[in-house]
C-alpha cells in the first residue's frame, strides 16, 4: 500500500529565526503535524494486525494466521509442520483438518476415520495420518468420500483396511471439493494392483497383483505374486504363493518348512478333456496326463513294511499285523477309493492246537465297500506248498487257511483288493487264529501292506476308456 504520511506538507523552513512570523504558519504546522502521526498510527496498527512476525510484539501474543491468504512466490527453507496426536484410540474418529497437517493415532481397537473442516471447493486440502496398529485384527474403515487411490492399497477391501502386521502405517488423504471426494495414498508400503504392464524383469519387496505380467527377465517377490497370465522366459520367484490364470515361467520352488510345502495344489474339478501335460488335483489323488486324453493317476501310497520280526500274541483274538508305528492303524479319509495290496510273512515254533487263520481289517469308520484275494500258503517249516485262494467282501473275519497243528507252522498270505471308504476313520489290518496255537506267531521284517488312492468311492475308471 502506499503511505498517507506526507511530509511536503509541513513546512521546515518555518518559523523564520530573526523575525517575527505569523501564528497561522505554527498552527498549520502543528495541524500538518498532527495529521501525518494520525496516519503513522493508523498504518502501523494495520500492519501489526496483518503482517507476519518472527516474534510476538511488546505486549501482545504472537498470531501469524493469515486467514487463508494467498501466498505468491516464497521460497521456503527448513520449515516443519505441526504434529498432533490424537487423544482417540478407536471407534470413530474425526481427522479435524485444521489442527495440524500431521495427525497420529494409536489403536486400542479397530477405528473408523471421518474428516472436518477440509478447505472450501476450489482449493485443495492434504493431511497425512500415522496409525500406530499394535494388534493384527484392529481394522481401519474409510468413510465412503475415499474412493480415488484405493487400488492397490494392501489389505483393502469394500472400504476396509486390514493389516497382516502391527507397526506404523501412514496414509494421506486429499480433496479438492471439501471432502465430497476423497483421494487415499499409502505413504510407506507399495501398492499391490497393477494393470498389465511389460517389463524385462520385475522385483518387488512386498506382494505383485494385478492382470498380466509379461518379462523376459524374472519376475520375483518377497511377498504373494498374483496375476492374470504371467508369462515369462526367466524364473517367476516368490517367497509366498503365486495365483494366476496362465503361468508360463520356468518355476523353481523354494525349499520347504516345517509349516510350509514348496508347492500345494488347490483341489478343484478336472478338465473335462484332458490335455499332454496337465497335472489335476480334485481333493482326492493327483492325475497327469502324459498324452492327450490319456489322464492317469499319479501314485501318492501309504504304505507300512516291518523293518524287523514282530512277535505277535498267542491267543483267539484279533491282532494287529504291523507295529511300526506302534499301532498299526492308518487314519483315511471319506469317501475315497484305493488299491489294497499286502504280504503277511507269519511263522511259529511252538504249539501243535488245531487252528485256522484268518484275515480282517478293523475300521474305526465305515466302508462303502471292499473285496479282495487272499492267496495263501500254510507249510511245516519254510518249504514249497499249495496256494489256496480265496476272496472276501467285508472287513470282517475272513478264514484264508485250512486246520493245521503243526508246530512249525510257515504261513505267507498274498492280498490284493478295493476298499472305498464312506466315512473317514481308522483302518488296522489284523490276523486272527480261530483258537490259541499254543505258541505265539511272528510276523516277519519286510511283510506289507500298501493302500494307493485312485480317486472317490464312487471312481470306475480314470484313462482314456469307452
Do not use: C
Request: hydrophobic letters at 35%; glycine letters at 10%.
Amino acid at each position: 500500500m502506499s503511505s498517507n504520511i506526507n511530509p511536503n506538507i509541513i513546512d521546515g523552513s518555518y518559523p523564520v529565526a530573526g523575525q517575527d512570523n505569523n501564528s497561522q504558519g505554527f498552527r498549520d504546522n502543528f495541524t500538518n503535524t498532527k495529521t501525518n502521526f494520525q496516519y503513522a498510527e493508523n498504518e502501523i496498527n494495520d500492519l501489526q494486525s496483518k503482517v507476519l512476525l518472527k516474534a510476538a510484539l511488546t505486549g501482545t501474543t504472537l498470531d501469524n494466521n493469515m486467514n487463508d491468504a494467498l501466498l505468491v512466490g516464497a521460497q521456503l527453507q527448513d520449515i516443519s509442520e505441526v504434529k498432533t496426536a490424537l487423544t482417540a484410540t478407536s471407534g470413530s474418529i474425526t481427522i479435524n483438518y485444521a489442527i495440524a497437517p500431521y495427525q497420529t493415532i494409536s489403536t486400542t481397537g479397530s477405528v473408523s476415520l471421518a474428516f472436518s473442516n477440509f478447505p472450501p471447493t476450489g482449493q485443495y486440502g492434504y493431511v497425512k495420518v500415522q496409525i500406530n496398529i499394535t494388534n493384527i485384527a484392529h481394522t481401519l474403515t474409510l468413510p465412503a468420500a475415499v474412493t480415488l487411490g484405493t487400488s492397490g492399497i494392501q489389505g483393502y477391501s469394500a472400504g476396509v483396511i486390514t493389516f497382516s502386521s502391527t507397526g506404523y502405517y501412514e496414509f494421506a488423504f486429499g480433496t479438492y471439493d471439501s471432502g465430497t471426494t476423497i483421494t487415499i495414498f499409502d505413504l510407506n508400503r507399495a501398492l499391490t494392483n497393477f494393470t498389465s504392464f511389460s517389463v524385462a524383469s520385475f522385483t518387488a519387496s512386498g506382494n505383485i497383483a494385478g492382470g498380466n505380467v509379461t518379462t523376459a527377465g524374472q519376475v520375483s517377490a518377497t511377498g504373494n505374486i498374483t496375476g492374470g497370465n504371467l508369462l515369462t522366459t526367466g524364473l517367476i520367484s516368490s517367497a509366498g504363493n503365486i495365483t494366476g490364470g496362465n503361468i508360463t515361467s520356468l518355476i523353481r520352488p523354494t525349499a520347504g518348512t516345517v509349516t510350509n510345502a514348496p508347492v500345494v495344489y488347490t483341489s478343484g474339478t478336472n478338465l473335462t478333456s484332458a490335455i499332454a501335460g496337465a497335472v489335476e488335483y480334485d481333493g482326492k489323488v493327483f492325475y497327469g496326463t502324459a498324452q492327450s486324453s490319456q489322464r492317469g493317476v499319479m501314485p501318492t501310497e501309504h504304505f507300512i513294511v516291518l523293518t524287523g520280526n514282530y512277535t505277535g500274541s498267542d491267543a483267539s483274538t484279533a491282532q494287529q499285523v504291523f507295529n511300526s508305528p506302534a499301532g498299526g492303524v492308518i487314519t483315511l479319509p471319506a469317501s475315497t477309493s484305493y488299491f489294497l495290496e499286502a504280504v503277511y510273512l507269519i511263522t511259529r515254533a511252538a504249539g501243535t492246537t488245531s487252528h485256522t487263520l484268518s484275515t480282517l481289517f478293523a475300521l474305526g469308520g465305515t466302508l462303502t465297500s471292499i473285496a479282495y484275494t487272499a492267496d495263501t500258503t500254510s507249510t511245516t517249516g519254510n518249504a514249497l506248498g499249495a496256494v489256496s485262494r480265496i476272496y472276501a467282501t467285508a472287513a470282517t473275519a475272513t478264514v484264508v487257511t485250512a486246520a493245521s497243528t503243526t508246530a512249525t507252522e510257515n504261513i505267507t498270505v498274498i492280498i490284493k483288493g478295493v476298499v472305498r471308504t464312506n466315512t473317514a476313520g481308522t483302518f488296522t489290518p489284523q490276523i486272527q487264529y480261530s483258537a490259541a496255537p499254543g505258541g505265539a506267531p511272528t510276523i516277519l521284517a519286510n511283510s506289507y501292506l500298501r493302500l494307493i488312492p485312485i480317486g472317490t468311492n464312487t471312481v470306475a475308471s480314470v484313462g482314456n476308456w469307452s
